[in-house]
């Protein structure tokens, strides 16, 4: 069987970005990919400007602590002031320009206003650039801001606004259509017949899709048939970069995935040395859209919902991280605390579903069966434990969490 990194590497080996690209409104790019550099247009900031609320000065009037001097000027933020004159100061308000001639700013804290007078003593002896943010210290006009493959998230595109862009260059988004095998399966609101289930996988996977900015297409439950399944595989591959199901990839006879992916595309079907998820299924199906030549990428999934959701976050994400042109590897995982005990080390890596405890440490949760979706609903994420390693409670283990497998 192979390992995780393994399968992992051989997929990733296969990805590559899509090309295609379209400008949209920077509102618009949330979630999306950035398809190229992107440069400031202006300097932010525009001008040397204070941090501050207080008082412009020049260093030079200021030397000795209780220097009283007149505020012979007042600078509110978007106006600009004269320069500053020996001798006197500016009352500035924060985001205000630094006006010519001081080379510090003073908090009003650190101030003593005469009522009765234009002047304020300056009750501290100011360093020189004090409170003062440079023209250009964030952003420099025509500089790089955002390289490409950037996950645009909401601060990136505050960054994009700063640097007066209204549009950015995006990668288009991955095409993704899901189909599920199973005469077994039924849609939530229909009756269940005898030995029935309902299909948590739809819900599950296409929401995953959704979450990385996919756009998923479901094609629904397809009977456990081979002309079933190659239709669906048919239609998939027309308009899609990824084909992904769910079932179907053991070897029973009742599992068409693999001879109907194999007549129409390539395949490889492997074990990997995991649980949950141990069969995992890679291809590609040929389009059969006659005006498009190419194939679509396939990736089955196990049926059981936890070994799908699972083997989906290790496997087929990174992938589509790859597509988009993102970094495609897992997330950090951090050094917990068990606070449990799993003696019967399988010989296989296992992902144990776990929470975090209020004591800082990380509860098991009873049921770790491959069936048991509630596993992954009531935890917080994964503990990575290697093959052959049994957890004793005190012991550091690898954890991560799902919010960083999910986005």
Same mark, same amino acid.
């Given at each position: 069987m192979l390992t995780a990194q393994q399968a992992l590497d051989h997929l990733l080996s296969h990805a590559v970005a899509v090309k295609e690209s379209e400008k949209v409104n920077t509102q618009a790019a949330l979630g999306r990919v950035l398809a190229e550099d992107l440069k400031s247009l202006v300097d932010v900031p525009p001008l040397d400007n204070t941090s501050m609320d207080g008082y412009a000065v020049r260093c030079a009037d200021t030397a000795t602590p209780g220097q009283a001097l007149k505020i012979a000027q007042r600078i509110p933020a978007g106006s600009v002031g004269v320069l500053l004159e020996p001798g006197t100061v500016a009352r500035i308000f924060t985001g205000a320009p630094v006006p010519p001639g001081a080379d510090a700013v003073v908090m009003q804290e650190d101030c003593t206003v005469d009522g009765q007078s234009d002047q304020v003593t300056i009750n501290i002896a100011p360093t020189l650039g004090q409170w003062i943010r440079r023209r250009g210290e964030d952003l420099t006009a025509g500089k790089t801001c955002l390289v490409a493959g950037t996950f645009l998230r909401p601060q990136e595109l505050g960054m994009a606004a700063s640097a007066g862009q209204t549009h950015l260059n995006v990668k288009r988004r991955v095409k993704v259509a899901a189909f599920f095998t199973g005469d077994e399966l039924a849609l939530p609101g229909e009756p269940l017949k005898p030995g029935g289930i309902y299909n948590s996988n739809r819900d599950?996977?296409?929401?995953?899709?959704?979450?990385? #900015?996919?756009?998923?297409?479901?094609?629904?439950?397809?009977?456990?048939?081979?002309?079933?399944? %190659?239709?669906?595989?048919?239609?998939? *591959?027309?308009?899609?970069?990824?084909?992904?199901? *769910?079932?179907?990839?053991?070897?029973?006879?009742?599992?068409?995935?693999?001879?109907?992916?194999?007549?129409?595309?390539?395949?490889?079907?492997?074990?990997?040395?995991?649980?949950?998820?141990?069969?995992?299924?890679? #291809?590609?199906?040929?389009?059969?859209?006659?005006?498009?030549?190419?194939?679509?990428?396939?990736?089955?999934?196990?049926?059981?919902?936890? *070994?799908?959701?699972?083997?989906?976050?290790?496997?087929?994400?990174?992938?589509?991280?790859?597509?988009?042109? %993102?970094?495609?590897?897992?997330?950090?995982?951090?050094?917990?605390?068990?606070?449990?005990?799993?003696?019967?080390?399988?010989?296989?890596?296992?992902?144990? %579903?776990?929470?975090?405890?209020?004591? #800082? #440490?990380?509860?098991?949760?009873?049921?770790?069966? *491959?069936?048991?979706?509630?596993?992954?609903?009531?935890?917080?994420?994964?503990?990575?434990?290697?093959?052959?390693?049994?957890?004793?409670?005190?012991?550091?283990?690898?954890?991560?969490?799902?919010?960083?497998?999910?986005?």
């Open positions: 599950t996977l296409l929401a995953c899709l959704k979450s990385l #900015g996919c756009d998923a297409t479901d094609l629904g439950i397809v009977p456990d048939r081979l002309d079933a399944t %190659r239709e669906a595989l048919r239609k998939a *591959s027309k308009d899609h970069d990824l084909i992904i199901t *769910s079932g179907g990839v053991s070897v029973g006879e009742e599992d068409h995935i693999k001879p109907a992916v194999t007549v129409e595309g390539r395949l490889d079907l492997w074990q990997i040395a995991i649980k949950p998820g141990k069969p995992l299924a890679f #291809g590609a199906v040929r389009k059969s859209n006659e005006s498009i030549d190419g194939e679509a990428w396939f990736i089955g999934l196990p049926g059981n919902p936890v *070994s799908s959701f699972v083997t989906f976050l290790l496997f087929v994400r990174p992938f589509i991280l790859k597509l988009q042109g %993102r970094e495609a590897k897992l997330p950090q995982s951090y050094l917990m605390r068990a606070d449990f005990d799993w003696l019967k080390a399988d010989r296989r890596n296992e992902f144990l %579903r776990v929470k975090i405890n209020d004591q #800082g #440490g990380l509860d098991l949760f009873p049921n770790q069966s *491959s069936g048991v979706l509630t596993s992954a609903s009531w935890g917080d994420g994964l503990v990575d434990c290697p093959p052959n390693q049994p957890i004793k409670a005190g012991d550091l283990v690898k954890y991560i969490p799902f919010d960083a497998l999910l986005k």
